[in-house]
Nanobody, 124 residues
Framework: QVHLVESGGGSAPAGGSLRLSCAAS????????MGWFRQAAGKEREGVAT????????WYSDSVKGRFTISQNNAKDTVYLQMNSLKPEDTAMYYC?????????????????WGQGTLVTVSS
């Protein structure tokens, strides 16, 4: 089992920045993929960014590419999402996800562990 706890959400003006963190605990030694997904009100959950913890390879959705950066700590049990140049359409609940299989992608179905989410609100 892997337990994920997100932090760092909040409010920011358009053009501002926020940094999300996700700390993993439990069976983290076999986790190979971690990432961030988001769900806006009335919309489906979408992949934002994921990282293969074994080699640091990253994937980004087109909507955040160039603005958001996913990274991990040396222990590979915490991932971060640096969000710059925020837009009102980035407003959503952001969820951290993880899984043991190294099939990192932006598909939510590939992840078996989820955090409770942290709310990000971007004002225009």
């Amino acid at each position: 089992q892997v337990h994920l706890v997100e932090s760092g959400g909040g409010s920011a003006p358009a053009g501002g920045s926020l940094r999300l963190s996700c700390a993993a605990s439990g069976s983290t030694s076999t986790v190979r993929c971690m990432g961030w997904f988001r769900q806006a009100a009335g919309k489906e959950r979408e992949g934002v960014a994921t990282i293969y913890t074994g080699g640091g390879i990253t994937w980004y959705s087109d909507s955040v590419k160039g603005r958001f950066t996913i990274s991990q700590n040396n222990a590979k049990d915490t991932v971060y999402l640096q969000m710059n140049s925020l837009k009102p359409e980035d407003t959503a609940m952001y969820y951290c996800a993880a899984d043991h299989v190294p099939f990192c992608s932006l598909v939510a179905a590939n992840f078996g562990y989820w955090g409770q989410g942290t709310l990000v609100t971007v004002s225009s």
